[in-house]
């Protein structure tokens, strides 16, 4: 999702409200405002986490010695 198709959707929705120039820069105002974090407390050791995004890994089984 671009900036430029938020501002579409927006404009699509909304036909009299922010042009492209002020909705950028009350973007940028609102996005300044936010520290998104997710802090997650844990015993060392009691979870695993595992992050998915991205493309997936490829496991290669390899037998050795016959």
């Known amino acids: 999702m671009t900036l430029l198709?938020?501002?579409?959707?927006?404009?699509?929705?909304?036909?009299?409200?922010?042009k492209m120039t002020s909705f950028y820069r009350h973007y940028n105002l609102w996005?300044?405002?936010?520290?998104?974090?997710?802090h997650m407390e844990h015993k060392a050791g009691d979870k695993m986490f595992i992050d998915?995004?991205?493309?997936?890994?490829?496991?290669?089984?390899?037998?050795v010695g016959k």
């Open 52 to 63: 998915y995004t991205g493309e997936k890994l490829q496991v290669l089984i390899r037998q």
């Open 5 to 18: 198709r938020l501002w579409e959707d927006y404009f699509a929705q909304y036909p009299s409200g922010f």
């Open 31 to 38: 996005n300044r405002r936010g520290y998104p974090s997710m």
